[in-house]
């Protein structure tokens, strides 16, 4: 699997959990909204750190570190941090509310410009061969199993089933 294709596949859950948290912050108690978001937090540091590693390295050589889509991207990373940090940080619920919905705003978009712009661009400059051993690496790091569509596996099996 492409690295591209693992990052689109995350981007989905993203995409559920932040229209949810959207949708139902507005009830919920400080502890509540610092809780839940707790969880996607660890989950999106860990999705920037791979795209960082992964796949924005692979194109700083030919794209660069001053302006630019990396620098944009990078640029968003931080916003989107510094709103998870704005939801740890408070001290009343309204600014954890607020930082909740402006979240649910940048992250999206910020996967859009990704899935629409830089992944594609990525195609080109790192071609398959490399999106392909950088998805290996995302897999392994991910510890998941990446079999080729046309390889068959055995079912899980679920306790009591």
Do not use: N
């Not at 932040?18 to 839940?36: E, P």
């Not at 570190?65 to 408070?90: C, W």
Request: charged share 15%.
């Amino acid at each position: 699997m492409r690295l591209t294709e693992a990052l689109c596949g995350e981007h989905g859950v993203f995409y559920a959990q932040l229209a949810h948290l959207d949708a139902v912050v507005d009830g919920y108690d400080l502890g509540q909204v610092q809780a839940a978001v707790g969880v996607l937090a660890a989950a999106l540091a860990g999705h920037a750190g791979l795209e960082d590693e992964l796949l924005f390295a692979r194109l700083e050589p030919v794209l660069g570190t001053g302006p630019g889509p990396l620098y944009v991207m990078r640029h968003e990373h931080d916003q989107v941090e510094g709103a998870l940090t704005t939801v740890a940080d408070a001290t009343v619920v309204e600014a954890a509310r607020a930082a909740v919905h402006a979240l649910a705003q940048v992250a999206p978009s910020h996967f859009g410009k990704e899935e629409q712009v830089l992944f594609p661009m990525a195609q080109g400059i790192v071609g398959d061969a490399g999106l392909l051993a950088a998805g290996d690496e995302w897999a392994a790091r991910r510890a998941v199993v990446v079999v080729a569509p046309d390889q068959v596996i055995a079912p899980c099996h679920v306790a009591g089933g």
